[in-house]
């Protein structure tokens, strides 16, 4: 360019001082945009890459900041090389973040399986979970809770009052002042045993355990508990507390009435009477203690067939029948439910019955707890053994004294 602007024609420019003048402008211009391209240069490219290359030195290099390559006027040349290496660690990283992914993915899959089997767990539980959020308020009432006391999970709103709502009144107080102390961290977690009203306006027993989610500076943030249903324990607790209590200390013909008006009322039934078997095979049974509606009845004697006690008998095993027991057996018309228990004797043979009848329908839940009614057909089947031997040695006293054994 300066030599044509020197030689080539210009317009203007035939004198040569303004040819001149014109080369000089351009010559300066010229040194100015180089030293401008170069500072540019010097600042954006030249620097970065020797600033990688000081950081990242070669591992070859066992000097990295006065070895021979950082010497090197080949800057280009460095920062390539040390552009290899920051690819090699790139790949690594990725490499890295693909077994991390992977890894995460096993986790993942880990967790969805543990929290499945949390859930079936809760769904196959009995027992039920509530949790309250103590900074939100909001209550959440799980559908098997709700179930536990009769609702579909759309019948019962998630809200604290009608959790309240379905605690007995008189245990209210004592439901709070445990979540209280439990919350203030006076107890280590909240425990409490309650009454919670079920659907069909009876109440269950509960065990409520619980424990607090706590911020880390200590203040309660959520609570958790389960709620277990014991109705059917507490039931056998009263029962047993019932009869021992009115057993206890009696024998023969007290035990009896003793037995029968205390499983009567125990049970809630109208009517109940323990027999003992008239011969072998036995076809009918006399009473030895016989209670109905409230009082002490005269003991009759009966034949079994026909009647639902005569399976107790044959089968040798509890019968139970939750409704219906009068249109079955025309006799006992006049009571909708039954329930027999077999007494056996020592050689494991039938010698009577208990048997309770009413006239309202009997819950199952309530009332078949054989296990627990044996220990107390063993006690009367000691009894009734003892009442045989007794009038069997009577009846040989009077044999051998020459009267009758119905005078003694």
């Known amino acids: 360019m300066l030599v044509y602007l020197a030689v080539g024609w210009v317009p203007g420019a035939e004198p040569i001082a303004t040819r001149v003048g014109i080369l000089i402008v351009v010559a300066a211009g010229l040194m100015l945009l180089l030293a401008v391209a170069s500072a540019a240069i010097d600042a954006y490219v030249r620097r970065p890459l ?4 000081h950081a990242y030195p070669c591992e070859s290099d066992p000097n990295p900041r006065t070895g021979p390559l950082s010497r090197a006027s080949n800057e280009i040349e460095h920062a390539r090389e040390t552009l290899g290496l920051l690819h090699g660690k790139v790949e690594n990283l990725e490499r890295a973040l693909e077994l991390a992914t992977e890894q995460r993915g096993q986790i993942d899959v880990a967790l969805r399986s543990s929290e499945e089997r949390y859930v079936l767990a809760m769904r196959t539980a009995d027992d039920g979970l509530w949790e309250w959020n103590l900074q939100t308020n909001d209550f959440v009432l799980s559908p098997r809770w709700k179930s536990m006391l009769g609702y579909d999970d759309e019948e019962l709103p998630n809200t604290r009052l009608s959790w309240l709502q379905c605690v007995h009144p008189a245990d209210v107080p004592a439901v709070e002042a445990a979540l209280k102390s439990h919350l203030d961290g006076t107890t280590p977690r909240y425990e409490q045993q309650l009454r919670l009203l079920h659907k069909d306006g009876r109440y269950r027993w509960v065990s409520s355990t619980g424990s607090v989610i706590r911020h880390a500076n200590g203040r309660p943030s959520r609570l958790i508990a389960l709620d277990t ?6 039931r056998i607790e009263n029962i047993l507390q019932h009869i021992v209590e009115g057993t206890s200390g009696t ?3 007290d035990f009896f009435r003793t037995l029968v008006r205390h499983f009567a009322g125990a049970l809630d039934v109208s009517c109940a009477f323990v027999t003992e078997c008239n011969g ?18 005269e003991n009759f004697e009966f034949e079994l067939a026909g009647t639902p006690c005569e399976a107790v008998f044959n089968l040798k095993r509890p019968a139970f029948h939750a409704t219906g027991v009068g249109k079955l057996f025309p006799r006992d018309e006049q009571f909708d439910s039954y329930y027999g228990l077999p007494i056996f004797n020592s050689e494991r043979q ?27 057909t063993a006690r009367a089947a000691v009894e009734i053994e003892r009442k045989m031997v007794l009038d069997r040695l009577t009846r040989d006293y009077a044999t051998a004294a020459g009267t009758p054994a119905i005078n003694q």
């Open 50 to 53: 020797a600033a990688i290359a």
């Open 280 to 297: 072998w095979p036995p076809k009918s049974v006399h009473t030895l203690a016989f209670w109905f509606q409230d009082s002490f009845r």
């Open 251 to 253: 024998c023969g013909e």
């Open 350 to 376: 039938v010698v009577g019955h208990m048997a309770f009848f009413d006239e309202k329908e009997m819950k199952e839940e309530d009332v078949l707890m054989d296990s627990v009614y044996s220990i107390f």
């Open 229 to 234: 249903d014991v109705t059917r324990l507490r």
